[in-house]
């Protein structure tokens, strides 16, 4: 679908990829963008409309679907990342939190807005997954779970939509320069790039785009006689 005249909704969009998203999406002629924020405050871009929305919260997403009844596309990509082992004894709390957020929310956000969506013609759905939906780590654990959930999930709904003319874009990405990987000492990518990248092939009609050369590499070697999955990536 294409990004000029198009009515967008980003969660997360106060900071981080979804602030990037969001510059992006204006200066690609976005008639409108809701930036979906857990505490709405001004971002002082013009187009943009800050709508309070906490993804793990069904009021506030029931609450959203109704403000923004004039989406056309929605970017699904609120996330959250605890780092930490399967093995620690309040892993099984975390990967609850995160699967909240980064699986229920995405999986809400996307029952909301089917409707919203069909009504305005079919339009679009961005899934902000990542390189750990294939390849995980002791530093990674429960969070490469919730992305590989989620991946399986965005497979799934593309052909829930298909029939209502819904475009349903997947992106997988290793680290991007942001909050999340703050202390991280691993090569980043910048998410402006990895932002060009995303709305690229969402105008080129694509159901998958790899933000960064580490997934292209990891995507090629899941087929691979010794699978990339097979060794860490991060200690
Ligand atoms: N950074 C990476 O290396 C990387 C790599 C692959 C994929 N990703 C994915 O990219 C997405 C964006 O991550 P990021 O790097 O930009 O992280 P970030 O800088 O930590 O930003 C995360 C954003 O998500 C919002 N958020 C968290 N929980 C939320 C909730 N329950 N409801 C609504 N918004 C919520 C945060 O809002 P608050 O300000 O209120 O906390 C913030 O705006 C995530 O899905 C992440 O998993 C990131």
């Known amino acids: 679908m294409k990004v000029k005249d198009a009515i967008v909704l980003v969660t997360g969009a106060n900071r981080g990829f979804g602030l990037q998203l969001v510059h992006e999406l ?43 009844s004039d989406t056309t596309l929605l970017v699904n990509n609120a996330g959250i990342a605890q780092f930490g082992g399967y093995l620690d004894a309040n892993s099984i709390d975390i990967a609850r939190d995160m699967f909240e957020t980064n699986y229920y929310g995405v999986i809400r956000m996307s029952q ?90 969402l105008e080129a009609g694509k159901a998958e785009v790899f933000g960064d050369e580490l997934t292209e590499k990891v995507k090629l070697g899941l087929s691979a006689e010794q699978a990339v999955y097979l060794a860490p990536v991060v200690r």
């Open 112 to 201: 909301a807005f089917a409707p919203v969506l069909k009504a305005n013609g079919g339009g679009g759905i961005v899934n902000v997954l990542s390189v750990a939906s294939w390849i995980s780590s002791p530093l990674l654990g429960p969070y490469a779970a919730t992305k590989s959930a989620v991946w399986s999930f965005t497979n799934t709904l593309r052909q829930h939509l298909s029939e209502q003319g819904t475009q349903v874009l997947g992106l997988h990405v290793g680290f991007m320069d942001t909050d999340m990987t703050h202390g991280i000492e691993f090569p980043k990518t910048d998410p402006r790039v990895v932002a060009a990248k995303t709305l690229d092939a």
């Open 26 to 68: 204006i200066a690609r002629g976005a008639k409108k963008v809701y930036a979906g924020m857990r505490t709405p405050v001004d971002l002082g871009i013009e187009g943009v409309v800050p709508v309070k929305l906490d993804v793990t919260n069904a009021d506030d997403v029931a609450a959203a679907a109704a403000l923004c």
